[in-house]
Antibody
Framework: QMQLEQSGAEVKKPGASVKLSCKAS????????MHWVRQAPGQGLEWMGV????????VYSQTFQGRVTMTRDTSTSTLYMEVSNLRSDDTAVYYC??????????????????WGQGTLVTVSS | SSELTQDPAVSVALGQTVRITCQGD??????ASWYQQRPGQAPVVVIY???KRPSGIPDRFSGSGSGDTTSLTITGTQAEDEADYYC???????????FGGGTKLTVL
């Protein structure tokens, strides 16, 4: 079945960078846009950005513009995201998710499915 | 930037019907999707499009909407439906994606 397997938990100091991975299986990875979403402790979901199937184009939330880089390796069906200049408020669970889209008559819809299990990133001095 | 607004918390008696709403300008342009998140778990899509359920989602979950508001309705709410629910849509003004703040559903 479709599955996204994320890398393990990370502990980083403020100012450091972290690179997360998300390995896809059960579907043709190179056919899909892929998203990253994060969730701070006790908080809601926050969309971070999306990367196109070839990896040639990424769109980031303004909140993360300049600090986040999304890449992908189609040969290994793996998605990556690097977050630089980490701060304590970057402590969160980071999820990858596959993009799905559908146009119903004239209206479009997108949904995230499946999701990875999440990677906890803790930023602490 | 566009926002999606949800009530922070809603409660429902076991077996009753509950409606969770999501409001935002983008919903005039795009359909929303709805996610259920149980504690310690990743979100799971329960509704997308006008009212489409992925396979494996019980038919007690349904979606509806009009104008700038979309709703998730759970008919005959079960104890296992107690969770956080999030709406999401593409942002019509920025062409990015956005989530609502989430609604904590308590089943009494």
């Amino acid at each position: 079945q479709m599955q996204l397997e994320q890398s393990g938990a990370e502990v980083k100091k403020p100012g450091a960078s972290v690179k997360l991975s998300c390995k896809a299986s059960g579907f043709v990875f190179s056919d899909y846009w892929m998203h990253w979403v994060r969730q701070a402790p006790g908080q809601g979901l926050e969309w971070m950005g999306v990367i196109n199937p070839s990896g040639s184009n990424s769109v980031y939330s303004q909140t993360f513009q300049g600090r986040v880089t999304m890449t992908r390796d189609t040969s290994t069906s793996t998605l990556y995201m690097e977050v630089s200049n980490l701060r304590s408020d970057d402590t969160a669970v980071y999820y990858c998710a596959r993009d799905n889209s559908l146009k119903i008559v004239t209206t479009s819809t997108w949904w995230f499915d499946p999701w990875g299990q999440g990677t906890l990133v803790t930023v602490s001095s | 930037s566009s926002e999606l607004t949800q009530d922070p918390a809603v409660s429902v008696a076991l077996g009753q019907t509950v409606r969770i709403t999501c409001q935002g300008d983008s919903l005039r342009t795009y359909y929303a999707s709805w996610y259920q998140q149980r504690p310690g778990q990743a979100p799971v899509v329960v509704i997308y499009g006008k009212n489409k359920r992925p396979s494996g989602i019980p038919d007690r979950f349904s979606g509806s909407g009009s104008g700038d508001t979309t709703s998730l309705t759970i008919t005959g709410t079960q104890a296992e439906d107690e969770a956080d629910y999030y709406c999401s849509s593409r942002d019509s003004s920025s062409d990015r994606w956005v989530f609502g703040g989430g609604t904590k559903l308590t089943v009494l």
